[in-house]
């Protein structure tokens, strides 16, 4: 048996890398993809802290790129050796919801659900790669074309999830050029959101959060950093920006935290939101609201249950949109924004590690230590070991 090393889920807290079974093809839509580069998200920390229903042994990582070691037979598009991108989300390009480009909500690759993931509890049988090698189905539909060579890996990593997603809660906040809008959170999400909204033409940004790094790397790409803990986000963006904002993205999502950071508060953002944003304007939510978390402080929260005042909500009109980003929307789009040069969201990434360190590098991006935001795992070696290789 070809066996590969993998980042495995142990239980609360406990990732291993352990020695797995190489993934083969399963049908002739699929390829198999020598991992080159594989992000841990913020995404990974909700079932790394036993916050989801995840079983022990589910391989994660849902961000990956690689190389085209091998082909199914119904594979056209693709070839041996093409460096390629895969959204975080499977999809299989045929459903009602992949045929409207809804592919976060395809109906035809996780049944009983309107999603599938990489590595992701409840997203399908689909495993991580955060692994030497990654099974993609649907692979025509899935990976993302790249420019051969090794140049920009670190920007076209983040085409897998953070930079669509932080894009998506932009858009779907309903943002238009010109507008001023206030992004929650600064972890990867928020600050892509932030920076798409830079690179789409906002005339403020005010990005909240409590880690002063990551307000720093806000206040660097030219966004108006609030730290939360010095008085309440909503007073603090409304008197600088002489009154409230066009539109609001929450990057935070359920396991938000209170002003001293004590204890969670899950509709905090969300609240924050609706009091920020001016009569008409409109909230992005990309941040994740879970059905059920078991490690919830309450049992309304443990039902995934979130208050919110709707008649605040109702009375100024507010649009609101949430939902898994349909990351295959903008991944070509943003691909090209990177290649032209227009865009580098690597600036979030803190660190570049081997699959070995993977037990260190989630114990301290959970911690938040170290100024740990983005970390991107090589599982194959160094980048440019790979390429020699090849
Ligand atoms: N919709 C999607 O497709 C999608 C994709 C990727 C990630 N996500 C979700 O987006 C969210 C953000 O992801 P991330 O990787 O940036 O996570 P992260 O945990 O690194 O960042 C969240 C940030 O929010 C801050 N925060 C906590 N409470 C806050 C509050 N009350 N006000 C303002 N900031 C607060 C934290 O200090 C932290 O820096 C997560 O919920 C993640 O699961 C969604
Ligand atoms: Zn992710």
Redesign the pocket.
């Known amino acids: 048996m070809a066996t590969m090393k993998a980042v495995n889920y142990i239980g609360p807290h406990k990732v291993q890398v352990q020695e797995v079974e190489k993934p083969k093809l399963e049908h002739p839509d699929d390829i198999i993809v020598k991992v080159t580069t594989a992000a841990i998200?913020?995404?990974d920390?909700?079932m790394y802290e036993g916050r989801t229903a995840a079983e022990p042994g589910i391989t994660f990582g849902h961000e990956n790129m690689g190389i085209v070691e091998e082909l199914g037979q119904g594979v056209t598009i693709l070839k041996k050796g093409d460096r390629v991108v895969m959204p975080?989300n499977v999809a299989d390009g045929r459903c009602r919801n992949c045929d409207e480009g809804k592919t976060?909500f395809c109906t035809g690759v996780n049944p009983g659900f309107a999603g599938g993931a990489y590595g992701y509890v409840a997203m399908g049988p689909y495993r991580g790669g955060q692994a030497q090698y990654i099974r993609v189905p649907y692979a025509d539909f899935n990976a993302l074309l790249l420019p051969p060579g090794t140049e920009h890996e670190a920007d076209f990593v983040l085409l897998a999830?953070?930079f669509p997603?932080g894009w998506?809660g932009v858009e779907i906040s309903g943002f238009k050029s010109g507008e001023s809008i206030a992004v929650?959170?600064?972890?990867?999400?928020?600050?892509m959101a932030a920076y798409s909204a830079q690179l789409r033409g906002a005339s403020r940004i005010f990005v909240?959060?409590?880690?002063p790094e990551?307000l720093a790397v806000a206040k660097k790409i030219g966004c108006i950093p609030i730290d939360?803990t010095l008085g309440d986000?909503v007073d603090q963006i409304i008197r600088l920006n002489d009154g409230m904002v066009d539109r609001s993205v929450d990057?935070?999502?359920?396991?938000?935290?209170?002003a001293t950071g004590s204890a969670e508060?899950p509709n905090?953002?969300l609240e924050?939101m609706i009091r920020v944003t001016r009569a008409c304007g409109g909230m992005g939510i990309?941040?994740?609201y879970v059905p059920s978390d078991p490690g919830a402080s309450d049992d309304t929260a443990a039902k995934g249950l979130v208050s919110l005042s709707f008649g605040k909500l109702f009375e100024k009109g507010l649009s609101l949109a949430t939902?898994?980003?349909n990351v295959k929307a903008y991944n070509r789009y943003l691909r090209d924004m990177i290649v032209a040069g227009k865009a580098k969201p690597s600036f979030v990434v803190s660190h570049e590690v081997s699959i070995d360190d993977a037990e260190i590098a989630y114990h301290k991006f959970d911690k938040?230590e170290d100024g740990y935001t983005k970390v991107l795992l090589h599982p194959n070696g160094s980048i440019d070991q790979i390429s020699a290789k090849i």
């Not at 909240?208 to 880690?211: F, L, S, Y």
């Not at 990057?251 to 209170?258: I, K, L, R, S, T």
């Open positions: 998200c913020g995404s920390l909700h975080f976060a999830d953070i997603t998506h929650f959170g600064a972890g990867p999400v928020g600050l909240v959060d409590r880690v990551r939360f986000a990057a935070v999502g359920y396991q938000a935290v209170n508060k905090i953002v924050n990309p941040g994740l939902g898994q980003c938040r």
